[in-house]
């Protein structure tokens, strides 16, 4: 594939998804199922999540799925914890991923976002009495579940994938919600270490069909209270376009530096972004990894650039750096990235770490 014919299907790609998803923008909700954007692995997080043109191993299941069959390994498994906002909400992730041929993988990946112990106060005053010991808790989880699938195509250096995505969220006993979805993207890797890459996420159009359980008395306190009995509905996540491009360059026979450069274009209407519109929202973010020897990594990254306004109301453009290191050992990997997951000030920082184990054959001599 081409250059020009790479950027004539980018613009195809553009331009069939402008035809109808404007006025559908209108009376969908933004942000909807944004868990599922807030990325996986200390590697792509100390990069700002530029990595969809370079991702090569596990977690490409969750960042583009075409890249899980470049990797070399029969097996690998990956896993990453972190406390966001201060240690409010777990975030989660777990991924699995094998080759079943030379040239075709597959992968399984989970992501979780929790909020625990919410105290449940809608039973706190009964009859104009206050108790306390009717106070109960109970725990807001979002989940994601993906099956992605890779090829490699005929031509040298490109591959495609896709993953269905199974979507599970639950606040308490009395909110559930089932969705579905589809992913699908391409990678393409030059001779001379350019690589490109094209993810469509949601590109079938992902929903939550919602519901709700209230006893009578709890419908009555939210009637006394002046709030709105929520009811059964079905969530709309629109189409969003990832496209990518990274280089790889070879200092010496020791040392080597990646940058790459990702665009994010949400259809869902303006957004506080660098490209902004009616209708597509573009936010661009730069990644960069050096590495010695392929075994110790130095990571950094810039994204999230938007308009703030400061203590006098007067905009300011900012914008969020990150940074990680990585150390990788002859079957084990640990990546850690110190982040800034919502940019809303040095209490929010967040320390993620991941890990990386890869399983192979043994090999047998006769």
């Given at each position: 594939?081409?250059?020009?014919?790479?950027?004539?299907?980018?613009?195809?790609?553009?331009?069939?998804?402008?035809?109808?998803?404007?006025?559908?923008?209108?009376?969908?909700?933004?942000?909807s199922?944004?868990y599922?954007?807030?990325?996986?692995?200390?590697?792509?997080?100390?990069?700002?999540?530029?990595?969809?043109?370079s991702a090569?191993?596990?977690?490409a299941?969750?960042?583009?799925?075409?890249g899980?069959?470049?990797?070399?390994?029969?097996?690998?498994?990956?896993?990453?914890?972190?406390?966001?906002?201060?240690?409010?909400?777990n975030?989660?992730?777990?991924g699995?991923?094998?080759?079943?041929k030379?040239?075709?993988a597959?992968?399984?990946s989970m992501?979780?976002?929790?909020?625990?112990?919410?105290?449940?106060?809608?039973?706190?005053?009964?009859?104009?009495?206050?108790?306390?010991?009717?106070?109960?808790?109970?725990?807001?989880?979002?989940?994601g579940?993906?099956v992605?699938?890779?090829?490699?195509?005929l031509?040298?250096?490109?591959?495609?994938?896709?993953s269905?995505?199974?979507?599970?969220?639950?606040?308490?006993?009395?909110?559930?919600?089932?969705g579905?979805?589809?992913?699908?993207?391409?990678?393409?890797?030059?001779?001379?270490?350019?690589?490109?890459?094209?993810?469509?996420?949601?590109?079938?159009?992902?929903?939550?069909?919602?519901?709700?359980?209230?006893?009578?008395?709890?419908?009555?306190?939210f009637?006394?209270?002046g709030n709105?009995?929520?009811i059964?509905?079905?969530?709309?996540?629109?189409?969003?376009?990832?496209?990518?491009?990274?280089?790889?360059?070879?200092?010496?026979?020791?040392?080597?530096?990646?940058?790459?450069?990702?665009?994010?274009?949400?259809?869902?209407?303006?957004?506080?972004?660098l490209?902004?519109?009616?209708?597509?929202?573009?936010?661009?973010?730069?990644?960069?990894e050096?590495?010695?020897?392929?075994?110790?990594?130095?990571?950094g990254?810039?994204g999230?650039?938007?308009?703030?306004?400061?203590?006098?109301?007067?905009?300011?453009?900012?914008?969020?750096?990150?940074?990680?290191?990585?150390?990788?050992?002859?079957?084990?990997?640990?990546?850690?990235?110190?982040t800034?997951?919502?940019?809303?000030?040095?209490?929010?920082?967040?320390?993620?770490?991941?890990?990386?184990?890869v399983?192979?054959?043994?090999?047998?001599?006769?």
């Open positions: 594939m081409t250059l020009t014919k790479l950027k004539s299907t980018v613009l195809l790609v553009i331009a069939v998804l402008a035809l109808d998803l404007d006025t559908l923008a209108q009376s969908t909700p933004k942000y199922n944004e599922l954007s807030i990325g996986v692995g200390g590697r792509a997080l100390g990069m700002s999540n530029s990595v969809i043109a090569d191993d596990v977690t299941g969750y960042w583009n799925p075409a899980v069959v470049k990797q070399e390994d029969k097996l690998q498994l990956s896993f990453m914890h972190s406390n966001l906002y201060s240690g409010i909400a975030y989660d992730y777990l699995l991923s094998t080759k079943v030379e040239n075709a597959i992968s399984f992501v979780r976002l929790g909020v625990d112990n919410i105290p449940n106060t809608i039973d706190l005053i009964r009859n104009g009495q206050i108790n306390y010991d009717r106070v109960t808790s109970f725990s807001s989880v979002d989940y579940f993906y992605s699938y890779a090829q490699k195509a031509k040298d250096g490109l591959s495609f994938g896709g269905a995505k199974i979507i599970r969220r639950k606040g308490g006993e009395f909110a559930t919600a089932w579905f979805g589809i992913d699908a993207s391409a990678q393409y890797e030059t001779d001379n270490n350019w690589q490109f890459a094209i993810v469509g996420r949601d590109i079938t159009t992902t929903f939550n069909a919602w519901k709700y359980t209230f006893t009578e008395a709890e419908e009555q306190v009637v006394q209270t709105e009995i929520p059964n509905s079905l969530e709309l996540t629109l189409p969003k376009l990832l496209l990518g491009v990274a280089k790889k360059f070879d200092v010496n026979d020791d040392f080597s530096v990646l940058t790459e450069l990702n665009l994010d274009l949400n259809t869902d209407g303006k957004r506080n972004t490209i902004k519109s009616n209708f597509i929202s573009g936010d661009p973010h730069f990644g960069l050096a590495g010695y020897k392929e075994r110790m990594f130095l990571r990254g810039i999230n650039v938007q308009q703030v306004k400061d203590l006098q109301y007067v905009q300011q453009w900012t914008m969020q750096p990150n940074m990680g290191v990585g150390l990788s050992l002859k079957n084990f990997v640990v990546d850690y990235a110190l800034n997951m919502g940019n809303l000030g040095a209490g929010t920082l967040s320390h993620v770490f991941s890990v990386r184990a399983i192979n054959p043994i090999a047998t001599t006769k």
